[in-house]
């Protein structure tokens, strides 16, 4: 389901004494934040006068923030941004509006779960399916997945043979 916000990021620590933040990206590519200047803690919009990769974290400065005592309230605080504000080639998705999507099954359309989360193993993503309590690893690759629409939350799939319990 699209979302109105979508999360992309925590704040972690400081960054020297001037009230800069370090912050976790939560996307593909810490260079996706840097197209953003307002954001939300919560309801409360502000605005990040600079953001610049610094390793696999980024450094920014958060207008109003001057001092590492005032950034070191914002310490765990995760950021998010309007999901109207993001744009995103075809075929890429916001984990977060993956999570929750029923998957089925391209050839039978059988019910294969929900899925529960997404693991970032660097090489693909790793879909985590879930149903009857069981939990079903799917490499998130272009052999397997059919079709995603966020709108109606459904994804097809055509699995690996041997993935879900009733295939050998």
């Known amino acids: 389901m699209r ?5 992309v990021g925590k704040i972690v620590g400081t960054h020297g004494v001037k009230g800069m933040v370090r912050i976790q990206p939560w996307c593909d590519n810490i260079d996706f934040l840097t197209q953003f200047k ?3 803690i919560g309801d409360q ?3 990040i006068t600079s953001l610049k990769p610094h390793g696999n974290i980024a450094i920014g400065q958060i207008k109003d923030v001057d001092t590492i005592e005032e950034a070191e309230m914002l310490r765990n605080k995760v950021l998010l941004i309007k999901r109207e504000d993001a744009h995103l080639p075809n075929d890429r998705y916001f984990i977060s509006e993956l999570i929750g999507c029923s998957v089925f099954d391209a050839d ?3 019910d294969l779960g929900l899925l529960t989360d997404v693991s970032q193993t660097g090489a693909n993503d790793v879909w985590h399916i879930t149903k009857d309590g069981k939990e079903y690893l799917v490499p998130a ?6 079709s995603v629409d966020i709108d109606n939350e459904k994804i097809v799939l055509r699995p690996i043979k041997g993935i879900f319990d ?3």
């Not at 979302?3 to 999360?7: A, I, R, Y």
């Open 38 to 40: 307002n954001f939300f």
């Open 45 to 47: 919009q502000i605005t």
């Open 166 to 168: 009733d295939e050998n």
């Open 141 to 146: 690759i272009e052999d397997v997945i059919v």
């Open 108 to 110: 039978s359309d059988a």
């Open 3 to 7: 979302k109105n916000f979508l999360e």
